[in-house]
């Protein structure tokens, strides 16, 4: 009885060791960026992943877009993140920056489940910052 007790303890303590695994490697949801100005929340797009803009500070328009046509249209709603790909904890893909019109290759690496450190590159130049998952 002690034996069938001891694994029937460690197949739930196993199954929840791999259940947080799964959770730490995961990149969906809402996430604020490191300034805390942007939430993007990330989701599965077809076979990649995308981020959409679903709250930021200020009402911001799209002005720096390279398309006149768009400049006006609000951040909120656009999607910054396109073609996301890979296994956690490391994804790569296109990330756009409304604050200066520029789409930049980029990653998004997960930090345990609460973080995820975006960067983007121009060339060998390269900016980070450390996005936080709301909860």
Known sequence: MKT???GAALGV???GLLAGSALAQDITGTWRTQSGET???IARCGSAYCGTIV???GNPRDTENPDPSLRSRPVVGI???SNLTGSGPRYSGNLYNYKDG???RGTAELSGDNQLRVSGCVM???RSQTWT???
Do not use: H
Request: net charge positive; proline share 0%; with cysteine.
């Open 55 to 57: 709250r930021a500070s």
């Open 4 to 6: 069938t007790l001891l």
């Open 39 to 41: 939430d993007v929340r």
């Open 13 to 15: 303590l196993t199954a």
């Open 133 to 135: 998952r709301l909860r």
């Open 102 to 104: 520029g789409t930049y």
């Open 124 to 126: 060998v130049f390269c």
């Open 79 to 81: 999607q910054m993140i």
